[in-house]
């Protein structure tokens, strides 16, 4: 799909889903507990909250490159052209039939 | 806000592993680029490798030997849940297929399939079948 890549940009910036909020109950040790505090305060966040959740974020990034880097390592393998869609259907249906009983 | 989260069916995953020019393996470039989020379940997770397994055996025409190594990556890139349980009925309803609860679990806006059996069903509970073209086009959309 020519331009795909091109778009990620805008397509990052244009999403539909509201996040929704969970709440987890984490133990800490003092140290954990003194070093995010730490960080709130350092970093102008509004609550502990804010600091786990850019923590997390910048973990995701930083994993987000690492995929994109491993699948271009892996895209030139497969065959070549497109899938053979009603092959592969075929033998797909079978095993979902199989698992489903 | 959050990307818009789909379910690969495994009809996609195993076109995506098997062949690079088609449009299957343009939604796992998408999704290695960061357009959308991929959630799976040990049970979706288990389909994949069962039928990406089976194609691998069965296909002359498969031509990827590294199939582990992409599942290991796909793996890795989608985001998990745990199943949730599935209510067993004398009549197995379609609409209660196990990709579908696992959408519906993970509030997923999307189910990217070959499969002509969801594809029929359009929108069960609230969850879109579309096919990687139509994915492709809906994600392109909304920029």
Redesign the interface.
């Known amino acids: 799909?020519p331009g795909?890549?091109a778009?990620?940009d805008?397509?990052?910036q244009?999403?539909?889903?509201?996040?929704?909020a969970n709440t987890l109950n984490i133990s800490l040790t003092e140290e954990q507990k003194g070093w995010l505090n730490s960080r709130r305060e350092a970093g102008g966040f509004a609550s502990t909250s804010d600091v786990v959740r850019d923590l997390i974020r910048s973990r995701q990034d930083a994993e987000?490159a690492e995929?994109?880097r491993?699948?271009?390592e892996?895209?030139?393998?497969?065959?070549?052209?497109?899938?053979?869609?009603e092959?592969?259907?075929k033998?797909?249906?079978?095993?979902?039939k199989e698992?489903?009983g | 806000?959050?990307?818009?989260?789909a379910v690969l069916d495994?009809?996609v995953v195993?076109?995506?592993?098997?062949?690079?020019?088609?449009?299957?393996?343009?939604i796992?470039?998408?999704l290695?680029?960061?357009?959308?989020e991929s959630w799976r379940t040990p049970w979706i997770t288990s389909?994949w490798t069962?039928?990406v397994q089976?194609?691998a055996e069965?296909?002359k025409?498969?031509?990827?030997?590294?199939w582990i190594?992409?599942l290991e990556?796909l793996k890795?890139?989608s985001k998990f849940a745990d199943d949730i349980p599935i209510k067993k009925t004398v009549k197995?309803d379609p609409n209660d297929?196990?990709v579908i609860m696992a959408a519906v679990a993970v509030?997923a806006?999307f189910i990217v399939t070959?499969?002509?059996?969801l594809l029929d069903l359009c929108k069960p509970h609230g969850v879109s079948c579309i096919t990687p073209r139509a994915f492709?086009s809906a994600?392109?959309r909304?920029?």
């Not at chain 1, 033998?91 to 979902?96: A, G, T």
């Not at chain 2, 025409?61 to 590294?66: C, H, V, Y």
């Open positions: 799909m795909l890549l778009n990620l805008k397509i990052k244009n999403c539909h889903i509201p996040s929704v987000q995929m994109f491993r699948f271009q892996l895209d030139g393998e497969g065959g070549t052209g497109a899938e053979p869609v092959a592969v259907l033998i797909v249906k079978r095993v979902k698992r489903r | 806000m959050a990307k818009p989260r495994s009809s195993v076109s995506a592993i098997g062949w690079r020019g088609g449009d299957a393996r343009a796992l470039k998408l290695a680029a960061g357009g959308f389909e069962d039928t089976r194609v069965i296909e025409r498969w031509a990827n030997e590294n190594g992409w990556w890795a890139v197995r297929d196990p509030r806006a070959y499969d002509s059996d492709l994600i392109l909304q920029t």
